[in-house]
């Protein structure tokens, strides 16, 4: 009988040490696995990005590359101008990663069937004068006749006394179709001076007795040049968020397929609060969800 109790005890202590081994050896595994897993996931980020388009969202970008460079140093972002019609052809190439364009692509007559669209912001667009022009609002019908050249003296309009002088943008630019089609609704400007970007035009207007153009918010940040009110509506953010101020547009950023990963994380760092509630507006533009309203391809405007 005691024998028998010996060997039971034995073999009970001996059974407890395998298992305790075995759980040592699981826990050290799934511990080692855990690490790995951690270490993959605090991979440092590395690569270039190269983005082109817009120059209405061109500022933006710059502002929220060069925040993302300081958070991400292996990772490299050229922005780029050009207008919207050449960020979407070179997106649709496979030249750049990523294409701005403040027009839908199917408004641009691009093929956006290989293409994705992530909306990252919006911007308003007004007519913007010489402040020695001495007008700040503007009649739509007059607007219509002054950039068809039907008005060409802003002493008809009661201001002062000089020739008008129109600088518009070139066919390729997004701020150029967006004002055009809601501004204008849809009339052809006359001819003018022709600049490829917004910053140039700012600058034409200010220098130039009598000029007019069109810019987005974000470069009327100034009293260099004077936004026009149109139809007594003011081009203000809260003005656009409601409808109340009809031009304005989204802004795309435009990828060929989904996003590799350098894309994919600047994009998701657009769209991130410390972007959208900080430098999208310090730099002049509009959350997208802050609107009320939303527009689709066709330009239909709807309630959300």
């Not at 001996?14 to 270490?39: F, H, I, P, R, Y």
């Not at 701020?175 to 035009?201: H, M």
């Not at 004077?226 to 409808?243: F, Q, R």
Request: neutral net charge; aromatic residues 6%; glycine residues 8%.
């Amino acid at each position: 009988m005691k024998s028998f109790k010996k060997i039971s005890l034995a073999t009970i202590l001996a059974a407890l040490m395998v298992v305790m081994a075995a759980c040592g050896s699981t826990t050290s595994k799934e511990t080692k696995e855990s690490a790995k897993n951690d270490q993959s996931n605090t991979k440092e980020l590395s690569g270039s990005l190269v983005i082109s388009g817009s120059t209405a969202l061109q500022p933006l970008a710059s502002a929220a590359a060069e925040e993302f460079m300081n958070k991400n140093s292996k990772v490299s972002i050229q922005v780029n101008g050009g207008g919207s019609g050449t960020g979407l052809s070179q997106v649709a190439q496979g030249a750049v990663q990523i294409g701005n364009s403040d027009l839908f692509a199917e408004e641009k007559g691009v093929d956006a069937s290989q293409l994705v669209d992530h909306q990252v912001a919006v911007v308003g667009i007004t007519a913007a004068v010489n402040s020695k022009v001495g007008i700040k609002d503007i009649k739509k019908a007059d607007l219509i006749k002054v950039f068809t050249g039907k008005i060409t003296n802003w002493k008809e309009l009661g201001g002062a006394d000089q020739k008008i002088t129109l600088v518009n943008r070139p066919d390729s630019s997004g701020t150029r179709a967006v004002f055009n089609k809601l501004a204008l609704d849809g009339a052809t400007p006359a001819e003018g001076v022709t600049e490829d970007a917004s910053n140039t035009v700012k600058k034409i207007i200010n220098e130039t007795p009598g000029a007019i153009g069109y810019l987005a918010f974000s470069y009327l940040t100034d009293n260099t040049v004077t936004a026009l009110s149109i139809d007594g509506v003011e081009p203000t953010t809260e003005n656009v968020t409601t409808g109340k101020f009809p031009v304005w547009a989204y802004e795309h950023a435009y990828t060929k397929g989904e996003p590799n990963e350098v894309a994919k994380a600047f994009l998701d760092y657009m769209m991130s609060d410390e972007v959208q509630t900080n430098i999208v507006t310090k730099q002049g533009y509009i959350p997208v969800t802050s609107m009320k309203v939303e527009r689709d391809a066709k330009g239909n405007v709807t309630n959300k």
